[in-house]
């Protein structure tokens, strides 16, 4: 379970070297605000993993409990179908709140209007 927290911040670690060694310093420096407005994004719809495995496991254990031998489909099959669909949803969602306002959440995170356009544009490309 650690290992779902570490993830994040190591594969930033490896893109801003990455970014740094083969771009340079305007592009590191658009790095982390750029990541930074995609990971907290993320954690907006992080509970959906969780809400889907229980209610995958809940429905597993209504199959068991189920010894009626019906025709339709598996309530596993159908929770699972159903949290694809929400999940192509609400991903499609994020992707066009953040295609759309990804230049005012960079301002509202970034805070000032000193920063280099360079920096600007690298980072709004990030995101």
């Not at 192509?88 to 920063?115: E, P, R």
């Amino acid at each position: 379970a650690i290992g779902i927290w570490l993830c994040s911040p190591v594969l930033s670690m490896i893109d801003t070297a990455a970014v740094g060694l083969l771009s340079g310093t305007a592009q590191q420096a658009a790095l982390n605000p750029a990541v930074s407005v995609t990971d907290y994004g993320a954690l907006v719809v992080a509970f959906m993993y969780t809400a889907t495995t229980n209610l995958i496991a809940a429905a597993v254990q209504e199959d068991k409990d189920d010894n009626a031998t019906e025709t339709s489909r598996p309530k596993t099959t159908t929770t699972l179908i159903t949290g694809l669909k929400l999940a192509l949803l609400v991903g499609s969602i994020f992707g066009v709140i953040l295609g759309t306002s990804g230049k005012l959440l960079l301002k509202l995170l970034i805070g000032n209007d000193a920063l280099d356009p360079t920096v600007f544009s690298a980072a709004l490309q990030y995101v």
